[in-house]
């Protein structure tokens, strides 16, 4: 058996290789721009690139290790950020006309926390506008391609991010999830995604979407990696007060051990029509595997699953038209050549600046909030948010984790889904009623497609129950080879 | 029932300038038929939250018990006007410029 090469090591054990000093942090920089420089060109994961600050701060770590100083759990490690994380570094966009000259003047908590962990940043990588959508076309900057077959899409939002991971042009990444955007990405190329609960990583420069539903969280090669920058990210921030207050577990310290007497919940209304059959005989093998490894599989009913959709359609743009009010041409981002007077300036800015799906859900969201229709829009949504929360409450007394595919189908071609709004949002129907609930969940490899597009299982939990949810996977993952396979290069 | 009937109806293209006027956006007359269109069958499909029985449920605005939170009432350095105003379309010294909000002619004062 051949060593395999740096890039393809996962985080744990690249970070491992560089502190023992048996990989240098400057050659797995090199390692990673190489891949880089061979795969992106037909990828198109990154928005931006900062080869020269990744090699510099490479050297760094590499005097700092050699002089014996002490180093962070991810010293040396080449990560990619989602182009809505603000960095002082370079430009943050959100793939957005808007912002495409925007340079934040701070990092956000989670860049912070990662620099201090002693990752080193690649590039920030492309998404769907401000985050809007489920395949990355919606970039204002052009789509990203999905490594596995350049014809079909990443998956979104956080698109970029899934595919460079995936093509091993970094070593893990750092996405946003508000209705689906770390899970569905990851399950459409094959890799780890993990959705945390609600307020247990910090929002602070996070490019504000859905504030109630918005959570950043890791897309990693393997689930140990998941628990590792989860471990570094996680934690109250004064930034944040909407973070959680209470200090959080060590995710890599039970992480090889199974978790004992488990009951598995397969929500039935998961599992009925517009469910592909080959994510459909991936996900029930998986099932058979955890039976076989006496875990108690349990059918569980979550009724409102159906208007989970419809509910985040209200909910998100309500939140987004409020949240996107600020982009007005003054303060920061795209400001009109031609106004008249400064009504104007603020319609022709955003006109110009913002992208067709944004401006519907800006649209959407007003609409929902406005005279009139408040109640019947807005009011109701969060009357049924409260259904859908109830219904995993009542789950979670029957089962201990909820197992389910995380999307319907495998990853699909460019434009088959990009003239129909109303599709593309379906394409979220497992992965929405978590951000509603606030609960964690994550997708990791289960198989994949005749025609070789990955497929992937979603596990969810109870509200900061990453332990468990990790654990499992965990076990899982080592029984399997999924996630070591990897896309071609020369797609 | 008067509100949930009218939600099944496909909205007007003087809804959507209405709309569009409230978000601050400029549409052209092709834009503002096109999202009519595409609204309307979003708003078709989310109302189907009207068939849920919602009569005891208290709306849910977050997912955590977290109200009010206050942190210590202490001076911490905050950003710098240039950092602040670096991103800015168009400043003069320490301020934003906009077009002028007043129109001198018209009497006010």
Same mark, same amino acid.
């Given at each position: 058996m051949t060593e395999p090469s740096t890039a393809d090591l996962s985080a744990f054990e690249l970070a491992a290789k560089i502190s023992r000093r048996e990989i240098k942090a400057v050659d797995a920089a090199h390692a990673y721009l190489n891949r880089v420089k061979s795969q992106?060109? &037909? @990828?198109?994961?990154?928005?931006? @690139?900062y080869a020269e600050d990744l090699l510099a701060a490479a050297e760094m770590v590499d005097r700092s290790l050699d002089a014996g100083e002490k180093s962070g759990p991810l010293a040396g490690v080449p990560i990619a950020l989602k182009d809505n994380l603000c960095t002082l570094k370079g430009h943050t966009t959100c793939s957005s006309k808007m912002l495409q000259n925007f340079q934040s003047p701070y990092d956000a908590t989670v860049v912070t926390r990662l620099k201090a962990a002693g990752a080193l940043v690649v590039g920030k990588t492309n998404l769907d506008?401000?985050?809007?959508?489920? $395949?990355?076309?919606?970039s204002a900057f052009g789509p990203t391609r999905n490594p596995?077959? /350049?014809?079909?899409v990443p998956g979104g939002s956080s698109g970029g991010s899934a595919a460079a991971v995936a093509a091993r042009m970094c070593a893990a990444a750092l996405g946003s999830d508000t209705g689906g955007s770390i899970r569905q990405p990851a399950a459409l190329c094959g890799i780890v995604g993990l959705k945390p609960?609600?307020?247990?990583? $910090?929002?602070?420069?996070?490019?504000?979407?859905a504030s109630s539903l918005d959570q950043i969280g890791p897309m990693t090669r393997d689930v140990r990696d998941a628990a590792l920058f989860l471990n570094v990210i996680a934690g109250p921030d004064a &930034? !944040? $007060?909407? $973070?959680?207050p209470q200090t959080p577990p060590?995710?890599?310290? !039970? @992480?090889d051990r199974p978790p004992e007497k488990l009951r598995i919940g397969l929500? &039935?209304?998961?599992?009925?029509?517009?469910?592909?059959p080959e994510v459909s005989k991936a996900i029930h093998k998986a099932v058979d595997f955890f039976r076989g490894h006496g875990a108690e599989i349990v059918e569980v009913s979550l009724p409102h699953t159906r208007y989970g959709i419809a509910a985040y359609y209200v909910i998100a743009p309500a939140e987004a038209s409020s949240n996107l009010a600020?982009? !007005?041409?003054?303060?920061y981002g795209h400001r009109t050549?031609?106004?008249?007077?400064l009504i104007d300036l603020y319609a022709a800015s955003r006109a110009e600046g913002f992208g067709p799906e944004v401006q519907r859900r800006i649209m959407l969201g007003t609409y929902a909030l406005s005279s009139g229709y408040y109640d019947a829009y807005y009011l109701r949504a969060q009357k049924v948010r409260q259904l859908i929360k109830a219904d995993f409450d009542h789950a979670f007394k029957a089962c201990d984790v909820i197992l389910s595919p995380?999307? /319907? !189908?495998v990853a699909f071609e460019l434009g088959? &889904?990009?003239?129909d709004p109303l599709a593309m949002y379906l394409c979220d129907v497992f992965t929405v009623t978590c951000n509603i609930a606030g609960i964690p969940g994550m997708s990791l490899p289960c198989g994949f497609s005749p025609s070789g597009l990955p497929i992937g299982m979603q596990l969810l939990g109870p509200l900061f129950s990453e332990t468990v949810l990790l654990r499992l996977a965990r076990f899982y993952e080592t029984a399997h080879d999924w996630h070591r396979r990897k896309p071609g290069d020369d797609v | 029932m008067g509100k949930a009937s009218t939600m099944h109806e496909s909205l007007s293209a003087n809804q959507v300038e209405h709309v569009a006027k409230l978000s601050r956006l400029k549409l052209s007359e092709s834009d503002v038929e096109r999202y009519r269109k595409q609204l309307s069958g979003i708003l078709d499909y989310v *109302?189907?939250?009207?068939? +849920?029985? +919602? *009569?005891d449920q208290e709306p849910m605005s977050?997912?955590?018990?977290?109200?009010s939170v206050m942190r210590d009432d202490v001076v911490e350095p905050s950003l710098p006007i240039t950092a602040v105003l670096q991103n800015a379309p168009s400043k003069s010294g320490a301020f934003f410029t906009v077009p002028k +909000?007043?129109?001198p002619s018209a009497g006010g004062g």
């Open positions: 992106d060109a &037909k @990828i198109h994961a990154f928005n931006e @690139i506008e401000f985050a809007m959508g489920s $395949s990355t076309e919606n596995w077959n /350049p014809n079909c609960t609600y307020g247990l990583v $910090s929002r602070y420069g996070l490019v504000a979407f &930034k !944040d $007060s909407t $973070s959680w060590d995710y890599l310290r !039970d @992480i929500p &039935k209304e998961f599992f009925g029509e517009g469910l592909s600020r982009y !007005d041409g003054v303060h050549a031609h106004a008249e007077d995380t999307t /319907p !189908d088959a &889904k990009s003239g | *109302a189907q939250l009207q068939e +849920v029985d +919602v *009569a977050h997912p955590l018990p977290l109200h +909000v007043l129109d």
